[in-house]
């Protein structure tokens, strides 16, 4: 059921649709007649609050500007953020954990000697290049491992600041295909689920006489020669 208002309502907006058509052409302020030829008093308000805000002010020049760097902003931190993200979608997941200091002198104690007969070193997932830089400080060619370019970039100029940038190199590539044959020393902060794979890898690649050293987790099969430190700052050194 429509009551006499609601009818005179539409009636009314369609008359001011036509008004719009007619005053967007002419430009020029408009009466609004009914279909009888009378003025039409809300009609004519409605043409006027029309003529007043005809569909919104444009938006003004800092909005945009506002809403462009939350935009660029919220890029930029996803494109950052993806690097840390996808390694959990893969099969084998070996996040970002800094070392330690503890680990890192466990580390160095476990490399002790080695770099002047066998100076080639490789960390596999090398995170933020902090194995690898104090590696070349210590006398080895060291080189990082790392998926997330983000850490790679970090670790060149890492490396830079430390004055190692020729001894200690960086690539972002899959550690499952690296080759390992080149390096006498290889470090690995790994997970659990990797150690076997990693196990067969090494096996395969690394010339006798290589030592391998294990953070956080042992090989499945291989005997450490030698376990320092306790807890999660233990290292095993792994003689081939």
């Known amino acids: 059921f429509t009551s006499t208002r609601d009818l005179k309502m539409i009636e009314c907006r369609e008359i ?8 967007a052409a002419a430009n020029t302020p408009n009466i609004v007649l009914d279909k009888d030829g009378k003025v039409c008093d809300v009609c004519t308000d409605m043409q006027a609050e029309f003529a007043k805000n005809p569909g919104g002010l444009p938006a003004k020049r800092a909005g945009l500007i506002i809403a462009g760097c939350i935009g660029g902003a919220g890029l930029a931190i996803t494109t950052i953020c993806v690097p ?75 490396a830079w600041r430390g004055g190692v940038r020729g001894q200690a190199t960086f690539a972002r590539q899959d550690l499952w295909k690296s080759d390992m044959s080149k390096f006498n020393n290889v470090v690995i902060f790994g997970v659990e689920q990797m150690m076997n794979q990693l196990e067969s890898k090494l096996e395969k690649e690394l010339v006798e006489g290589s030592v391998v050293v294990a953070c956080r987790f042992k090989f499945p099969t291989w005997k450490p020669v030698e376990e320092i430190g306790v807890g999660v700052d233990t290292v095993w050194r792994y003689q081939r």
């Open 84 to 158: 840390f993200v996808l390694p959990a979608l893969r099969a084998v997941c070996l996040p970002y954990v800094p070392a330690t200091t503890t680990q890192l002198a466990n580390v160095s104690k476990a490399l002790r000697g080695r770099s002047t007969n066998h100076p080639t070193l490789v960390d596999i997932g090398s995170g933020d290049g902090r194995i690898v830089i104090q590696a070349a400080k210590g006398g080895f060619a060291a080189h990082g491992v790392e998926l997330n370019r983000w850490l790679v970039y970090f670790s060149r100029w890492s």
């Open 16 to 23: 001011v649709d036509t008004v719009k058509e007619e005053a």
